[in-house]
């Protein structure tokens, strides 16, 4: 499922990976992505107000400089680990910068696994000259692996296209385990291109698409506390720079942008270990983002609609019941109906008169799943993406630990 | 577990239950309470938006009449059965009315079992008058079979208590089987009483206990379609009427009354097929009682701490992550204590310097497990119950239909 015949290299990013053997498993788990002098970066983070030490110091750097490097390690999260995980991420920091011969505050820290460690600062030590030596403009597979935790394969997508004459490139990678071993199901995100973009601009545009791809996929509702997602820019394309959110230009960026985080956070939701299904829920004609995504949550939260979805049970009652308790101010439920794939489940409030069991079989039995909700009171559409509740989901976060 | 043993009637409240055979195991499954005339009842019920007909037509009488009876069949849920489902719901009350020459809207129905099947009119029309002729003050405990779906033990608690050199009894039961067949798992609770009280002091009484008692279990999050309590005062004991919420009788009256509500709502947690753990999670030193219960239910319906709490792994990352996305603003999570037990589990915004595994290994192997959330930030406190995630939950709910 990873796409990795046809990544592009974006021009004036390089990416380093090394093993700093903080995994006993002894693969790569140290990436080093540098970025041409003039690069502009735009980044989100977690909400989770226990957020780790490198969230922390990769907040403050990004607000004082250009941000020239990311560092990143997987198997230890330095997250709950107080003022030692805080020197432990500027120690990190400097070293790169050092190396690089860049401003300490340049370089944004990211760390993914275990919570509760204190980093291995002396293999760390190490794994920065390591990794930069091996920085090349081809690394972005090896980066891709480089920051896996429990995930089964790199995942990046990437997209050459014509933006008014101009070939612009775009290339991402992610990881998260989705569901799985949510200790460590940190989710990030890192993407570049070389597109000419003003800070604003691709500070609007990171945000939107995120807001409609890696904030659009739910496993269990639990936000990790190292979740985050950068976009760089390095301004290398042959290009007008982009400085309008309403220019033709900025849309067709934008759009491509958006394909890309989706591919990327999607695949975070297909890869989590005991997801047996992908779902798709979609509210539609509703009056709000907010009441759309209300109901779309609760759908796919609902351990009763997640365990039926395992059990491949077109259980209406189930999603109904979880539409009715929503929270929607004067929902009509008698108004509303539900699709399950092409198939109408309910209507009048009820199961629907046409409705067989046999065709909301045909379609439960499929891995990739629709559920809309057509909510008939308003203009607004939705859509989450998540996964089943299955045996190994509780099989694999019981004994994580042991 | 069920507390047979010390049943104390309620004067002036009749109890018949039968077989109208709408479950096909032919145990009992319907019961019909009447109460003398003069008697005053108080009730709520599920805020869902998509309500049983039942839930509905009982909203409607307690507002027109006071009440004389309950209807209560188990099996069948009558709910997503649009109007058929109010018609058969208003003619089961009228046969009840008739049968016991009371008014219509004199009789509240409730009905808890399967969504989206039609009543089966006929049986429910010859179990009417053989409920109404196995009437006895003695009829609690068949009652509270009679209401169970996939409960494994009838729930009731009661008490006789003074008020002022008076004697009052207050007796009740419950029904739920907590987070297990949950299209099934309706929420229902019936409590009498002889004591003689103010329509607004009962009103009053009932949503403050339900608030501390009902509405403070959590399983899996999903609100039922049918959920409903009820309480109604006989009015025959020999004392004066209660009628200040400030006198020193309405206090003793409603903290016996919490006590018999916190009873029959633990006992649906703990019955709950799949649980394996009682988990009560307390937030103290908050600064409302809305963000003590935010946390609180954060922690109690995080699948990651639930399966952690199946596996008795002290997972404490797992709870200090659930407490910092609970959305409480301004939450320094470096001012917070989390206890385990005794044990003293984060500190510092990470794992306490005293903890040790064997510590928090030796109160996560109990069955009974407290969480203590200390928040230091003001005064409230609130405590909520709730239950583990287990193969079981998945298996049981997946296998449902099947």
Redesign the interface.
């Known amino acids: 499922m990873a796409q990795t015949s046809n990544i592009h290299p974006v021009s004036g990013v390089y990416l380093g990976t090394t093993q700093a053997k903080i995994k006993k498993s002894g693969v790569e788990d140290f990436v080093v992505i540098s970025f041409v002098e003039g690069s502009r970066t735009a980044a989100t983070f977690t909400?989770?107000?226990?957020?780790a030490a490198p969230v922390t110091l990769a907040k403050q750097n990004l607000k004082n400089t250009p941000t020239r490097a990311l560092v990143i390690n997987s198997g230890n999260a330095n997250?709950?680990?107080?003022q030692q995980?805080m020197l432990d991420a500027q120690q990190t920091c400097h070293w790169v910068a050092e190396e690089l011969g860049i401003s300490e505050q340049a370089v944004l820290p990211f760390s993914t696994g275990?919570?509760?460690q204190n980093l291995p600062m002396p293999k760390i030590e190490s794994a920065v000259p390591a990794a930069i030596a091996n920085q090349t403009i081809d690394g972005w597979e090896m980066a891709a692996k480089g920051i896996m935790t429990t995930d089964t394969h790199p995942k990046t997508a990437s997209r050459q296209f014509d933006i008014e004459g101009h070939t612009v490139t775009l290339t991402g990678f992610s990881k998260g385990s989705g569901?799985i071993h949510?200790?460590m199901a940190t989710m990030l995100g890192f993407a570049a291109t070389d597109a000419k973009i003003s800070q604003a601009c691709l500070d609007k545009a990171l945000l939107d698409s995120v807001s409609l791809s890696f904030n659009r996929i739910t496993v269990?509702?639990?936000?990790?506390?190292n979740d985050a997602c950068t976009l760089t820019a390095t301004q290398q394309a042959d290009m007008p720079e982009i400085t309008d959110p309403d220019s033709s230009a900025y849309q067709v960026f934008a759009k491509v942008l958006n394909e890309v985080m989706t591919e990327l956070a999607q695949m975070i939701v297909r890869d989590g270990e005991g997801a047996t299904k992908f779902v798709a829920i979609k509210v539609e004609s509703g009056d709000s983002v907010e009441e759309c995504l209300k109901v779309a949550h609760a759908v796919a939260?609902?351990?009763?609609v997640k365990?039926?979805l395992?059990?491949s049970?077109p259980?209406?009652?189930?999603i109904?019941?979880?539409?009715?308790?929503?929270g929607?101010v004067g929902?009509?439920?008698?108004a509303l109906q539900i699709y399950l794939g092409d198939v109408l489940l309910?209507d009048?409030?009820?199961?629907a008169d046409s409705y067989t069991e046999e065709a909301g079989q045909a379609v439960m039995n499929e891995t990739d799943i629709e559920i809309r909700i057509i909510l008939n009171r308003g203009q607004v559409s939705e859509t989450v993406w998540t996964t089943d509740?299955?045996?190994d989901?509780?099989?694999i976060?019981?004994?994580?630990?042991?």
């Open positions: 909400t989770n107000a226990f957020c997250a709950g680990t107080g995980g275990v919570i509760g569901m949510p200790n269990d509702g639990d936000t990790s506390t939260l609902s351990p009763l365990t039926a395992f059990a049970d259980n209406w009652g189930r109904l019941a979880a539409v009715g308790r929503a929607v929902l009509d439920i008698n309910v009048n409030g009820g199961r509740f299955s045996y989901y509780v099989k976060n019981a004994e994580y630990r042991t």
